[in-house]
């Protein structure tokens, strides 16, 4: 990502014959400077603004408001407090309010210790709520605020938290660092993102979020056909303002000799930062895909694998699930997800099935882009150059005759594809804690159990290549009968696995185990996919090759 230190007007429409002065000035820095800069902190560190809440006193309450302490309240090991809070503070600043429009938003941040876990968190500010992006998500920073809550003279931020102690042993001294920062314009900045998502012959998805309410642009650019002119730069597409941007992009023509280049651009009052990116266009006859998931809790373990990666020559990225610790904490998709694989997720689309940690979040769907007609299906199916790719959300309804199933049979049904391979989070078969049998030799979760006893059998009737999932931490492929081979991937950073002392009579048709950060690649050329499971290192734990198979 790059900063544009000028100010820049652009133009509402921009024509595709030449780059406009906008234009040629954030192409030129986009090559000029680097793709991969350090994101910038959503903070007065970052921003040079002040801390309104610098000199204010933070008052306390745990009943329900009827009176306030300036001591910060204690929770014990594993106990739930409902908290409310309040700070005064003034506001007379010399600049405000002739220069509103310098400062449109202000940004809350709430610092705490790793112990401590939100459950439901509201501020206000002077009596009128402060919005949040989505509804179900829970905000360690509040984005976007409104410059016009502030008010010359006192003002009052209350807040109502209620906070879970996640130590098992330690009380919780809940005693947030808090920061209302105003921002400029020129504090513009991508979050996260661009993510490329779901992609075609035709088209290709990408997904973005400004950390304020912005107009994102995606201008086509190509060397001119003229020797010394300089590049042509076509708006494709753009946005309306706001934080969360979503896109399904025209391509206009494929090369498959090279990647076509597109500039991802967000402008607010004349301020514009923008990425390049290379959407994939596979070969004609031979798609390689990775498959890997379970990248939560541990960025520095999933930024070693998401480099072997982004380094391995994929078309696509499939994500198994379970991104992050929780998903409905908004921070965590950046700490944990996107931060650590910038240079892959900007450069391979990634297709995910959802995970248990995910939490149902709704920042999920808005992100990752499915390929699905308005990218956000949490069941899906797409074909690829003779290939069939079906990705579930293993915690619905996969009985024997639910609808989940009659939409699964009639894709199996109706492909001619050469392999189908299926994603999920839950395996059907697995050696390590996921896999647990109860006494009569049942799967105990639910959506394991549905796996192995509604999915797999139908996976074998219509004569699928392989069952594909993580949820347990580790890589391990069997091959039960009926030949669907059963692979879990669960090597992206998440802690390690071992086996099950019961882990025979759990799976008995294990080939191969290990437990180990990992990545499985797959490579289809012809009548032949091969699967290779390496580690970040490049060696190889494990190799499997399949042959075409015969639509039944």
């Not at 300089?230 to 990647?259: A, C, N, W, Y």
């Not at 809790?297 to 610790?325: C, E, K, N, Q």
């Not at 437990?515 to 499971?533: D, N, Q």
């Amino acid at each position: 990502m790059f900063r544009y230190s000028r100010t820049l007007r652009a133009s509402a429409n921009i024509a595709s014959a030449s780059i406009t002065a906008v234009s040629a000035a954030v192409v030129a820095a986009v090559i000029l400077l680097p793709a991969s800069g350090d994101v910038l902190a959503q903070s007065s560190a970052a921003t040079g603004a002040f801390n309104l809440l610098e000199n204010s006193v933070i008052e306390y309450s745990t009943d329900g408001g009827e009176t306030y302490s300036q001591q910060p309240p204690i929770v014990g090991p594993r106990e739930t407090a409902r908290i409310m809070i309040q700070a005064a503070f003034d506001f007379d600043h010399p600049i405000y309010p002739s220069s509103a429009v310098s400062w449109p938003y202000a940004v809350l941040e709430l610092n705490h210790g790793i112990i401590a876990s939100y459950q439901t968190m509201s501020f206000a500010l002077n009596g009128k709520t402060i919005e949040t992006p989505l509804e179900g998500m829970t905000y360690r920073t509040f984005p976007a605020i409104s410059a016009q809550l502030l008010k010359r003279g006192q003002n009052v931020l209350t807040g109502e938290i209620t906070v879970r102690n996640s130590s098992r042993e330690n009380n919780l001294t809940f005693a947030p660092h808090m920061s209302l920062v105003p921002l400029e314009s020129r504090d513009l900045r991508f979050q996260t993102g661009p993510i490329l998502g779901a992609f075609g012959r035709d088209y290709f998805s990408l997904t973005c979020r400004t950390n304020m309410p912005a107009q994102v642009s995606v201008f086509r650019i190509e060397d001119s056909a003229m020797p010394g002119e300089r590049q042509r730069m076509e708006l494709v597409i753009k946005s309306e303002m706001g934080l969360i941007h979503r896109f399904r992009v025209p391509r206009s023509r494929i090369r498959t000799e090279d990647k076509e280049t597109y500039l991802v651009s967000a402008e607010r009052d004349g301020h514009v930062v923008g990425n390049l990116v290379q959407p994939s266009v596979p070969d004609e006859g031979r798609l390689r895909f990775v498959a890997v998931g379970d990248s939560r809790t541990y960025p520095d373990r999933w930024r070693v694998v998401a480099a072997a990666i982004a380094g391995s020559g994929a078309d696509l990225f499939i994500h198994v699930g379970d991104m992050v610790a929780s998903g409905v904490r908004d921070w965590e998709w950046d700490e944990q997800f996107w931060n650590p694989a910038r240079s892959l997720l900007s450069r391979i689309p990634i297709y995910a099935v959802i995970g248990n940690h995910e939490r149902s979040a709704p920042l999920f769907d808005e992100l990752l882009y499915a390929p699905a007609e308005d990218g956000r299906a949490r069941n899906w199916s797409q074909e690829k150059m003779g290939v069939l790719l079906i990705g579930i959300d293993g915690q619905q309804d996969w009985s024997a005759g639910s609808e989940n199933v009659g939409w699964l049979e009639e894709v199996l049904s109706r492909s001619r594809a050469k392999f189908i391979f299926f994603f999920t989070h839950y395996p059907s078969w697995s050696s390590a804690g996921h896999g647990s049998l109860d006494e009569e030799g049942v799967p105990d979760e639910r959506p394991v159990r549905e796996g192995r006893e509604v999915i797999m059998p139908l996976l074998e009737k219509y004569g699928a290549t392989a069952f594909i999932a993580g949820h347990d931490h580790d890589y391990e492929r069997s091959e039960p009968p009926g030949g669907v081979t059963v692979i879990i991937t669960g090597g992206g950073g998440a802690p390690s696995y071992e086996k099950e002392e019961d882990a025979e009579r759990q799976n008995p048709y294990s080939e191969v185990f290990a437990s180990v950060l990992h990545y499985c690649l797959f490579e289809i050329e012809g009548e032949t996919c091969t699967m290779k499971a390496f580690t970040p290192g490049r060696d190889i734990i494990d190799t499997w090759t399949w042959t075409a198979r015969r639509p039944r």
